[in-house]
T-cell receptor
Framework: DAGVIQSPRHEVTEMGQEVTLRCKPISGHDYLFWYRQTMMRGLELLIYFNNNVPIDDSGMPEDRFSAKMPNASFSTLKIQPSEPRDSAVYFC????WGPGANVLTFGAGSRLTVL | QKEVEQDPGPLSVPEGAIVSLNCTYSNSAFQYFMWYRQYSRKGPELLMYTYSSGNKEDGRFTAQVDKSSKYISLFIRDSQPSDSATYLCAMSANTGNQFYFGTGTSLTVIP
């Protein structure tokens, strides 16, 4: 398996623009997570899905953020409109759940810069 | 109080030193304990995984879990410059699927 695949790896955009980040989880993993990482706050959980259904979106900072998982192999995180304070690295991760399987596998991240 | 506490460092050691990285936690329900290594501008990668208490060894790395003290450790023997990275501890409980992360400890191994 190629692991968790994220795109784009880097995104530079201007304030007010829409940003869409994409993730392909590991095949067979039934949980998918979106994290944001900054120097100040470390890794923050934004939202996670189980079997394509959003389970907990309490970490989504505000209504400008939305996430979807239309099928088991694809998820998007959208920011509309983007703001400079959204600049961060966004990680997607996936996992199995069950005895001995509770481990997250991360993608390489999408580095977002909002000017 | 945060669920997981980790000293951010930075930690700087000479090559060959033994490194000790630690996390404390408050939730006694945590059963699964992980250490991730994150190189600069990369995603975190799983380094060690333990279930419940005890020790686990993998090459130069040893993970220890002391549930009575709510304290986990990662030891690196014969540290190498290639070990220079940020190390994040993470843990989860039996119920639900939330993973709780420490803020990470930055380690530099000087040749």
């Amino acid at each position: 398996d190629a692991g968790v695949i994220q795109s784009p790896r880097h995104e530079v955009t201007e304030m007010g623009q829409e940003v869409t980040l994409r993730c392909k989880p590991i095949s067979g993993h039934d949980y998918l997570f979106w994290y944001r990482q900054t120097m100040m706050r470390g890794l923050e959980l934004l939202i996670y899905f189980n079997n394509n259904v959003p389970i907990d979106d309490s970490g989504m900072p505000e209504d400008r953020f939305s996430a979807k998982m239309p099928n088991a192999s694809f998820s998007t995180l959208k920011i509309q409109p983007s703001e400079p304070r959204d600049s961060a690295v966004y990680f997607c991760a996936s996992s199995l759940w069950g005895p001995g399987a509770n481990v997250l596998t991360f993608g390489a991240g999408s580095r977002l810069t909002v000017l | 109080q945060k669920e997981v506490e980790q000293d951010p460092g930075p930690l700087s050691v000479p090559e060959g030193a033994i490194v000790s990285l630690n996390c404390t936690y408050s939730n006694s329900a945590f059963q699964y304990f992980m250490w991730y290594r994150q190189y600069s501008r990369k995603g975190p990668e799983l380094l060690m995984y333990t279930y419940s208490s005890g020790n686990k060894e993998d090459g130069r790395f040893t993970a220890q879990v002391d549930k009575s003290s709510k304290y986990i450790s990662l030891f690196i023997r014969d540290s190498q410059p290639s070990d220079s990275a940020t190390y994040l501890c993470a843990m989860s409980a039996n119920t639900g699927n939330q993973f709780y992360f420490g803020t990470g400890t930055s380690l530099t191994v000087i040749p």
